[in-house]
C-alpha cells in the first residue's frame, strides 16, 4: 500500500510523538542503565498505571481517561514511587535497589488488575494500560508533551553535571559533598512527570522500550555519553518509523509493533557488532600509526 498525502497526514502526529519520547526516554536511559535500575522505568510506569487506574474508578474522572483528574492523581502516584526508590537507594542497604522497585512493579500490576476487575471493558483498559494506542495520539497532545519534555531536558541540562555524578559516580559524589537522597529524587520525581505523561500516550511496555533499548544498542558501540545519545536517538528515529509504517501496512497495533521492531533492530545491531569491530580497530590503529 503506497503512503498518500492523507496517510502522511495521518502519521504525521504519532511519527512526532515518537520522537519526542525518542528524545527523553533516550537520555534518561542512559542514567538508569548506568545506575543499574533497569526495572524503574516499568515501577514507575505500572504505578502511574495504577493511579490512572483508580482516578477511572472515581465520579471525578468522569470516565474519562484522559482527564486532567486522571494525570494529576497518577502523577501523584508516581511521586510517591519516586519517593519511595529515592529514599531506599543506599550502597549500605541489605535489599538491592532493583529488588524493591521489582516488588512495587509486581505489586501495582496486581492491584491494578483488581482495580480493574471492578470496571467496565477492562480488558480493553489494560490492553491500553500494557501497549498504549499512540496512532490516537492529537496534536494539541503532542504540543503539551513537547512543552513539558523540554522544560524536563532543560532542567537535566542545567544540573546535568550533578545528575551524571549520581548516575556515574555515586560513591565520589557524595564524598564531594553531594546529597545522594536529594538529587536521586530529584531524578526520579522529574522522571515521573515524563512516565506519567509517556504511559498515557504510548502505555508501559512501549515507553519502557524507549528507555532502555536504544541505550542499550548505544552501549554496544560507544563508551562515551554524547555518542551514546547520537545512536540511541537515531535508532528510536528509525524503530519508531519503521514500527508506525509497519503497524498501518500489515493493520497492527502499533505499540506492539514497535516493541517488537525495538527487539529486531537491536538483535541486528548486536549480529553486526563482532563484524564491524575489527574494522573499527583497524582504523583506529592505522590512525595512530
Not at 496534536?139 to 512543552?147: D, N
Not at 529524587?185 to 502505555?203: D, K, M
Request: proline share 3%; with cysteine.
Amino acid at each position: 500500500m503506497p503512503l498518500d498525502s492523507a496517510m502522511l497526514a495521518f502519521l504525521a502526529a504519532p511519527f512526532a510523538a515518537s520522537l519526542i519520547l525518542t528524545g527523553i526516554h533516550a537520555y534518561l536511559g542512559v542514567h538508569v542503565v548506568e545506575r543499574g535500575v533497569i526495572f524503574v522505568d516499568l515501577g514507575l510506569a505500572q504505578i502511574a498505571a495504577l493511579g490512572a487506574t483508580i482516578a477511572l474508578l472515581m465520579p471525578a474522572s468522569g470516565g474519562d481517561p484522559h482527564s486532567m483528574f486522571v494525570y494529576w492523581i497518577s502523577l501523584l502516584f508516581t511521586f510517591i514511587g519516586a519517593f519511595l526508590f529515592a529514599t531506599l537507594r543506599s550502597r549500605r542497604a541489605r535489599i538491592p535497589q532493583e529488588a524493591i522497585i521489582g516488588i512495587c512493579y509486581a505489586v501495582a500490576s496486581a492491584a491494578a488488575i483488581l482495580a480493574m476487575s471492578k470496571a467496565t471493558s477492562e480488558a480493553e483498559h489494560l490492553k491500553e494500560m500494557l501497549v498504549g494506542n499512540i496512532l490516537a495520539v492529537s496534536w494539541a497532545e503532542v504540543g503539551k508533551t513537547a512543552i513539558l519534555y523540554g522544560a524536563i531536558g532543560a532542567f537535566h541540562f542545567v544540573f546535568r553535571h550533578k545528575f551524571l555524578a549520581i548516575s556515574m559516580n555515586p560513591k565520589q559524589a557524595e564524598a564531594g559533598g553531594l546529597s545522594i537522597k536529594l538529587w536521586d529524587f530529584l531524578f526520579y520525581a522529574s522522571f515521573g512527570f515524563v512516565v506519567t505523561s509517556s504511559v498515557s500516550i504510548a502505555g508501559v511496555l512501549l515507553v519502557f522500550c524507549y528507555l532502555i533499548v536504544p541505550s542499550v544498542g548505544a552501549m554496544l558501540y560507544a563508551e562515551s555519553i554524547g555518542r551514546r545519545l547520537a545512536i540511541g536517538w537515531s535508532m528510536g528515529t528509525l524503530v519508531s518509523g519503521l514500527g508506525v509504517y509497519l503497524s498501518l501496512m500489515i493493520d497492527l497495533p502499533t505499540g506492539a509493533t514497535i516493541v517488537c521492531t525495538f527487539g529486531v533492530v537491536l538483535a541486528l545491531m548486536a549480529a553486526v557488532r563482532p563484524l564491524i569491530q575489527p574494522v573499527a580497530a583497524a582504523v583506529q590503529h592505522d590512525a595512530v600509526s
